[in-house]
């Protein structure tokens, strides 16, 4: 007896259906592999963003009951003395930070750029503080310099130097010394990002320029810092996030932990932590963390528009 055939229609619409079929079990598969993950940034870290959102209008000790505040969280940050030096400090920071930690990768990345004997060994030693203990740095350079013993002010002592600073102990200095260690330990990082930038520029422009009889400072000018402009875009963008945001490198070195920040050292993030977790003022403390996401997203979107404007 001779086999049944199925119509054509009926032969299209059984592929069809097989095809969304496998095409289904194939996203469930590629789900499943995304799941483990967006689970753990969805518990750990969008529903506690979605909530301090929500509790920066919100007053909350983490016992008592919830209760509606408003916009007096912000207001009451507008007059709190605290609050106006972490922000403040927190801008001087990042404008000390950013540009001369730019400046410093950059440079160094040029410099370990060029065929020297030991380059590698140089590169090494210029990323090891970014990848090091932070607790092992912050000790270690608070011995060096220590104002009382430390090297660095024995040899300014025997320079001539008659009043050598207090560095991070000094209120004149703690900031600088901030700055400086900051700089030390990112440029490294951003040495390495230069780098890769640096190897990308095509070195028949630097042959070219060679012919039309362009010195050194002027490749650098016409060549090299054109060519690594989207390089320096992205290093301006995370320093500036990451400058914004400090409070590892403020806790550690001056003395977070024994509670002796002094309102020349205390930043924001330090001073949400403190409301917070010290003082149980969560409210507040949400509300000072949209201030600060606030004031990132701007200027952010400033960096991005200038960056347009100038293509």
């Known amino acids: 007896m001779a086999e049944e055939k199925l119509p054509v229609t009926d ?8 095809k969304k079929k496998a ?16 689970i753990g940034f969805a518990v750990f870290t969008l529903v506690p963003i979605i909530f301090a959102f929500a509790l920066a209008f919100l007053n909350w000790d983490g016992a008592n009951a919830i209760t509606w505040a408003g916009i007096s969280n912000f207001t009451s940050l507008m007059d709190d003395q605290q609050f106006r030096s972490s922000f403040v400090n927190t801008v001087i920071y990042s404008i000390g930070t950013v540009p001369l930690t730019l400046i410093a990768s950059l440079f160094l990345a040029i410099v370990l750029n060029q065929k020297i004997k030991g380059r590698n060994f140089f590169r090494t030693v210029s990323f090891f503080p970014y990848v090091a203990s932070l607790v092992a740095i912050t000790a270690v350079w608070n011995m060096i310099f220590n104002p009382a013993m430390g090297p660095v002010n024995e040899i300014l002592i025997r320079l001539g130097v008659e009043d050598p600073p207090g560095w991070i102990a000094d209120n004149d200095w703690a900031m600088f010394t901030m700055v400086l260690f900051s700089i ?5 990082y951003y040495m390495i990002i230069y780098l890769a930038g640096l190897q990308g520029i095509n070195t028949e422009l630097y042959e070219a320029a060679s012919i039309d009889g362009v010195n050194t400072w002027q490749k650098f000018w016409y060549v090299t810092l054109p060519q690594l402009r989207n390089t320096t875009f992205f290093v301006l963008i995370m320093l500036t996030i990451q400058c914004f945001k400090v409070y590892d490198i403020v806790f550690m070195l001056a003395g977070g932990s024994a509670g002796t920040l002094t309102q020349a050292t205390t ?23 949209l201030v600060l996401f606030i004031m990132v997203l701007i200027v952010t979107i400033i960096q991005f528009r200038l960056d347009r404007d100038k293509k």
């Open 184 to 188: 030390w330990k990112y440029m490294g």
């Open 23 to 38: 095409e289904v079990q194939k996203q469930i598969v590629a789900y499943s592999f995304i799941a483990p993950n967006f």
């Open 267 to 289: 930043v924001l993030v330090y001073d949400i932590y403190n409301r917070a977790f010290r003082y149980l003022r969560y409210g507040q403390a949400s509300a000072e963390a």
């Open 11 to 18: 032969i299209k619409v059984v592929k069809s259906a097989a």
